[in-house]
């Protein structure tokens, strides 16, 4: 029984720590957001929106191919998801925002101009987010090239 206890108290630990991944990492991916539209003032939300994308689709892609060849155990590869992927990426980037932005444009130009940013936004964000997984990929050769393994001679 206490083993059982013992486990269950583990999982649920575990479970809180996920939790605060997530939060601190949306909490720091959202200020993000927040801050580059500020810096791009109000009149400029489409590309403001548009830069916070593939910024996000770009790192997305570099987290996911670093951490496909690292050596990490799987549980710290799947923090390092939750942290980065869900929470910090998942808090800069929002399809709420390019919803927000395409209804702003019917409302203001066109429908056709609406449908044209949400066409780019996913093309581009799909292209931003390949570059940053060969990023990442060519990071950790580049890196298991430069530092030979323990016992191994350059």
Known sequence: MADSESSDAEVRASRLLNVLLVFLGGALGSAGRYGVTLAFGPDESTWATWVVNMIGAFGFGIVVGVLA??????????????FLCVGLFGGLTSYSAI???????????????????????LLSGGLFTALGLIGGLKLVQLKSRAAPESGEER
């Open 69 to 82: 060849l690292s050596r990490l155990d799987a549980p710290s590869k799947w923090r390092w998801q939750l």
């Open 99 to 121: 919803a927000f932005v395409m209804a702003a444009q019917t409302l203001e130009s066109s429908m056709s101009m609406a449908l044209a940013y949400g066409f780019v936004t």
